[in-house]
Nanobody, 122 residues
């Protein structure tokens, strides 16, 4: 059973940066796509970014293009989300997920982390 554990969330001022990490325990990510989703307060979970197993395909939500970068390190069995130029509207709980393809839908992933809170102050 794969367990995904996110870290790196916190409170940051608008315009600042944060780097989220996702560690996979009990399983490997090298043959899988990884993704980040987020759930703002009172809203549904939404897609943020995804990367294919081979690293050659990435997808980003329009709202984060040019500001966020997704990556995965197969040797360390981790995924990351570098978030720059943060805005108040980026405030949410961020979740990492593992699946067979870099889908933009939550239905495309079978393992999820517990989430990490990111709060951006205006």
């Amino acid at each position: 059973q794969v367990q995904l554990v996110e870290s790196g969330g916190g409170l940051v001022q608008a315009g600042g940066s944060l780097r989220l990490s996702c560690a996979a325990n009990g399983g490997f990510i090298s043959a899988y796509a990884m993704a980040w989703f987020r759930q703002p307060p009172g809203e549904e979970r939404e897609f943020v970014a995804a990367i294919s197993w081979s690293h050659d395909t990435t997808h980003y939500a329009d709202s984060v293009k040019g500001r966020f970068v997704i990556s995965k390190d197969d040797h360390r069995n981790t995924a990351a989300l570098q978030m720059n130029s943060l805005k108040a509207e980026d405030t949410a709980v961020y979740y990492c997920a593992r699946g067979p393809t870099p889908s933009t839908s939550t239905r495309g992933y079978d393992y999820w982390g517990q989430g990490t809170q990111v709060t951006v102050s205006a």
